[in-house]
C-alpha cells in the first residue's frame, strides 16, 4: 500500500499558478506511475495528469494540456503538478493517486491509492 499526503493548494487569481506536491511512501516509488486528479463540488472526479513510473512518458486531459506539467522526482518520492495560466474552471479539491502499473493512465480503476485532496480555489 503507499500513502500519500499532498500540499501546495491554495487561493489564485485567475491567471496565476500553483505548484503542488505528493510525497509518497510505502512502495517503491520508482516502481508505479502517478497521477493527479480534481473533483469539483457536483461533480465527478476527473482525470488530470499522469506521468509513467520514470517520468518519461506522460499523459494530460485536453482541458489542462499546455497550461499544466506533471513531473516526478524519484530520488525524493514525489510527484508534482505545475498549475500555469489557471481559470475558475479549475477550482476543484485536487487528488494525487499511485497507479497499479508502471504506464500513465486516465482511468481511474488503474490506481490503487489515493491521498486526501488539496483545495484549489481560483477567483475571476
Known amino acids: 500500500q503507499v500513502q500519500l499526503v499532498e500540499s501546495g493548494g491554495g487561493l489564485v487569481q485567475a491567471g496565476g499558478s500553483l505548484r503542488l506536491s505528493c510525497a509518497a511512501s510505502?512502495?517503491?516509488?520508482?516502481?508505479?506511475?502517478m497521477g493527479w486528479f480534481r473533483q469539483a463540488p457536483g461533480k465527478e472526479r476527473e482525470f488530470v495528469a499522469a506521468?509513467?513510473?520514470?517520468?518519461?512518458?506522460?499523459y494530460y486531459a485536453d482541458s489542462v494540456k499546455g497550461r499544466f506539467t506533471i513531473s516526478r522526482d524519484n530520488a525524493k518520492n514525489t510527484v508534482y503538478l505545475q498549475m500555469n495560466s489557471l481559470t475558475p474552471e479549475d477550482t476543484a479539491v485536487y487528488y494525487c493517486?499511485?497507479?497499479?502499473?508502471?504506464?500513465?493512465?486516465?482511468?481511474?480503476?488503474?490506481?490503487?491509492?489515493w491521498g486526501q485532496g488539496t483545495q484549489v480555489t481560483v477567483s475571476s
Open positions: 493517486a499511485a497507479g497499479s502499473g508502471q504506464g500513465a493512465t486516465d482511468t481511474v480503476a488503474d490506481f490503487g491509492s
Open positions: 510505502g512502495r517503491t516509488f520508482s516502481s508505479y506511475a
Open positions: 506521468i509513467s513510473w520514470s517520468g518519461g512518458s506522460t
